[in-house]
């Protein structure tokens, strides 16, 4: 029961049911990633007339954060390559990193120096600012 009200009434748990009903009834499976998102097309390959090409979509295993989109996968959701990673080896790059979830508000979120959430303390002023005021 609390899965149906999840779905019903929530878009970032996983895919609604006018997702669900959708992907039924005009989409097609192409393939899933290691995180257990599934990726789908129009059924066919068909051109969406209104987009001029055909709809790609990821249906998000648990929470919908797209930084968990593998970058292959991303290439093929943004028509970058046509042919998606499963019907082709993809050779990870050498700047491709090992996924990390987007981490903000968290703990572990970037906090550059001079940041009051940052660790220790900021750093002392060094005599080059001059105020503005007014009428000079």
């Known amino acids: ?28 499976f192409v393939g899933e990633d290691e995180f257990g998102n599934r990726y789908h097309r129009t059924r066919g390959g068909k051109i969406d007339p209104t987009l001029g090409y055909e709809r790609r979509w990821v249906i998000y295993n648990g929470t919908a954060e797209a930084s968990i989109v593998p970058p292959s996968w991303h290439g093929w959701l943004h028509h970058t390559v046509d042919t998606p990673p499963t ?8 700047w491709w990193k090992p996924h990390r979830p987007n981490l903000t508000g968290t703990p572990a979120a970037h906090r550059p120096i001079g940041s009051t959430l940052a660790q220790g303390r900021r750093p002392k002023a060094t005599g080059d600012y001059k105020p503005w005021t007014p009428g000079r």
């Open 1 to 28: 029961m609390k899965t149906f009200f999840l779905r019903f009434f929530t878009w970032w748990n996983g895919a609604t049911f006018g997702t669900l009903v959708w992907t039924w009834l005009y989409g097609e």
């Open 87 to 94: 019907q082709e080896e993809v050779t990870p790059r050498p």
